[in-house]
């Protein structure tokens, strides 16, 4: 599935494929509790996230927390995360946007900021795994940037992806600025962490749908 000739789609997980926004809200929330800052809303949320993931906080306290402050509210977030994340499931259409662009001799792939331990079999248990040719999780410490992460997992493709004609379909803005540090382009979404007016910011396609992604992606795939 898929020759350095193919267009080939890397997906964001969290926020974009798995719709986990309830969740991630949640999680944050009662990160916040923890240094007794008040609970957000989704939209304030959208509005202010940010990574690395401190600078979010920082927004929000008025100044960087601690590192001790960090360590705390990250080991919440994802404790409450591991707990909330059973009530979500796939973005609409997702299932039918994957198997399509495989029959139509693609090839796509997953990188995303969730631990890979965790993401692994979360992706099997979906029962999505054929679709893909590689599926990388985070390894390494929580709440940085996708670039760096971007360029292992397009070295472990090489020779059968090209960067010029991938696209990294995400809904954050670290995923445009990931996918221009290797030469690829990027799509965003509005379905997931940021809102219209932040990921617009960036310069590159946004979309309210990732049906619009995947057509996006074919154009610019196709262009090179």
Same mark, same amino acid.
């Given at each position: 599935m898929g020759t350095h000739t193919d267009a080939h789609i890397v997906w964001d997980w969290n926020g974009t494929l798995f719709h986990d926004v309830d969740a991630v809200i949640g999680a944050?929330?009662?990160?916040?509790?923890? $240094?007794?800052?008040?609970?957000?809303? $989704? +939209?304030?949320?959208?509005? $202010?996230?940010?990574?690395?993931?401190?600078?979010?906080?920082?927004?929000?306290?008025?100044?960087?927390?601690?590192?001790?402050?960090?360590?705390?509210?990250?080991?919440?977030?994802?404790?409450?995360?591991? +707990?909330?994340?059973?009530?979500?499931?796939?973005? @609409? &259409?997702? +299932? @039918?946007? $994957?198997? &399509?662009?495989?029959?139509?001799?693609?090839?796509?792939?997953?990188?995303?900021?969730? &631990?890979? +331990?965790?993401?692994?079999?979360?992706?099997?248990?979906?029962?999505?795994?054929?679709?893909?040719?590689?599926? @990388?999780?985070?390894?390494?410490p929580s709440g940085g940037s996708k670039a760096e992460h971007l360029v292992r997992h397009l070295d472990a493709l090489r020779g059968t992806v090209d960067p010029r004609r991938t696209v990294v379909i995400g809904d954050a803005a670290d995923d445009a600025l990931a996918a221009h540090h290797v030469g690829a382009h990027a799509v965003l979404w509005t379905g997931g962490s940021h809102g219209r007016t932040s990921l617009e910011a960036v310069g590159v396609p946004v979309v309210d749908s990732l049906s619009e992604a995947v057509a996006q992606a074919e154009r610019l795939a196709v262009s090179g």
């Open positions: 944050t929330n009662a990160a916040f509790a923890e $240094l007794g800052l008040a609970p957000i809303t $989704l +939209e304030r949320y959208r509005e $202010l996230y940010c990574v690395p993931v401190p600078r979010f906080y920082e927004r929000l306290m008025g100044r960087m927390p601690s590192q001790a402050e960090w360590e705390v509210m990250d080991a919440v977030f994802h404790r409450h995360y591991t +707990e909330h994340r059973v009530r979500c499931g796939l973005a @609409d &259409g997702v +299932e @039918d946007l $994957l198997t &399509g662009w495989v029959a139509a001799g693609r090839s796509q792939s997953i990188l995303s900021m969730y &631990g890979h +331990e965790e993401l692994v079999p979360l992706v099997e248990d979906f029962g999505i795994s054929s679709h893909f040719i590689r599926v @990388d999780g985070r390894t390494g």
